[in-house]
């Protein structure tokens, strides 16, 4: 299952090659893939859409409104959507209406707002695809950026040989998951990350804990499986999820049960991400009871919980890679600075919670990074989801 979790946009025109394209949706589909298959009217000549949608699980999409109900097929949703568009088989019209930006189908303007990379299959007879018109097209494409899988050399739809057949399903197959794995710069890379509050327990129905969604870190996990990290997610209580492959959640609710967690598998990651909120104190005593109201005051003694961040600094190996986050309310930088040094960290990552839209619940977040030697660089203000880019950005630069 070499495509699981990826979202695959396979486009398909009007060549007698588009039969081998049901055979291409089965491959995708067999190795985990979600596909939405994107045809233009000429290709709707060659295969039938009801064809497509019973191999895809899906309905396939051609026209720019919906038949039956005029509801409007969103090309723009599509291309944020896919992690790779496949033209296969694209006919030297496609490619010319490609090179050109002629948006006169579903396809071409799904191509124009794809943001993932885009991978052609040209599928022609010979002297078609000899044309210096044709090969201008393709080298313009590839100038975008676009990546040409060629075709074969063989036997043609119109009884000639030479060039011009499209490329055999398993030989696309494979250019599309070298694609989708040359892209991720963390493959067998392993880190642990810890993320949102710990609770500690002070009887059976009361605990102390914070306001730490586990947002943040979930979304710094997601990000390195996207590289193609193995993570092990120490995850305290939080109402978020995770479905990503590649991502092993470890739920834990105590500093202390946190804490055995991630010494248990440090040992193993090429490094670490501590950005749980985890409590300082924990009640020195456990109740066993229900503590019923009374009229004295309640008075519960903590005592410190131990530091996670500053054990693995301690435990770290000169390869391994440790990050911790501070969340500041004032002399920020000073504070933030200490505990670099303290823990033995490799870079922190300050909020400050005087910053509007940093910290806690919220989806936003606004960093500054300090490494070793008083470097810092400072962010904008963005949603979480960029801000773990802009993290795991930062690991693979300390990487290389
Ligand atoms: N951290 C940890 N284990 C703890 C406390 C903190 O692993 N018991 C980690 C956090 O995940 C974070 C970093 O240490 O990456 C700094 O956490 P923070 O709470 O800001 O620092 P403390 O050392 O607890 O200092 P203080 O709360 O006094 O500011």
Redesign the pocket.
């Known amino acids: 299952m070499r495509l699981k979790g990826k979202n695959i946009i396979l486009g398909i025109t009007g060549s007698i090659a588009a039969y081998k394209a049901a055979m291409l949706l089965r491959l995708f589909i067999k190795e985990g893939a979600e596909v939405q298959v994107v045809i233009t009217p000429a290709g709707k000549e060659f295969i039938t859409p009801v064809t497509l949608s019973a191999l895809s699980n899906k309905p396939v999409i051609s026209e720019f409104f919906g038949a039956n109900d005029g509801s409007w097929n969103s090309h723009v949703d599509l291309g944020l959507w896919a992690d790779v568009m496949v033209i296969a088989p694209a006919t030297a019209s496609t490619l010319g209406k490609m090179a050109n930006g002629i948006a006169d189908n579903m396809l071409i303007t799904t191509y124009l707002s794809a943001k993932c990379p885009v991978m052609v299959a040209p599928a022609m007879d010979l002297d078609m695809f000899a044309h210096p018109s044709t090969q201008r097209n393709i080298s313009i494409i590839k100038e975008y950026g676009n990546i040409i899988v060629e075709p074969g050399e063989g036997e043609l739809a119109s009884g000639l040989e030479g060039k011009g057949r499209m490329e055999e399903p398993e030989k696309i197959l494979e250019a599309v998951v070298h694609q989708l794995e040359v892209k991720k710069k963390l493959l067998n890379k392993s880190y642990l990350v810890?993320a949102g509050p710990?609770f500690e327990k002070i009887d059976p129905v009361r605990f102390i804990g914070n306001y730490s969604s586990g947002k943040m870190g979930y979304a710094i996990a997601e990000e390195l499986a996207e590289q193609g990290a193995e993570v092990t997610l120490v995850s305290g209580p939080v109402s978020v999820s995770t479905t990503k492959p590649g991502i092993k959640v470890v739920k834990v609710e105590s500093?202390e049960e946190?804490?055995t967690a991630?010494v248990d598998c440090f040992s193993e990651s090429d490094g670490a991400?501590?950005?749980?909120?985890?409590?300082?104190f924990t009640p020195a005593k456990k109740e066993e009871q229900k503590t019923k109201r009374g009229k004295e005051n309640w008075e519960i003694e903590l005592t410190?919980?131990?530091?996670?961040?500053?054990?693995?600094g301690k435990l770290k190996a000169e390869a391994q890679l440790l990050?911790?986050?501070?969340?500041?309310t004032n002399d920020e930088i000073t504070?933030?600075q200490n505990?670099l040094q303290?823990?033995n960290?490799d870079f922190?990552?300050l909020n400050s919670l005087q910053d509007e839209g940093a910290g806690f619940g919220v989806d936003t977040n606004k960093i500054t990074i300090l490494e070793k030697g008083n470097k810092s660089t400072e962010f904008e203000l963005k949603s979480k989801v960029d801000v773990a880019k802009d993290i795991v950005a930062k690991i693979i630069e300390l990487n290389n």
């Open positions: 810890t710990t500093a946190m804490y991630s991400i501590m950005c749980a909120a985890v409590a300082d410190p919980t131990k530091d996670i961040a500053a054990e693995l990050v911790g986050f501070a969340l500041e504070n933030a505990k303290k823990k960290l922190i990552v």
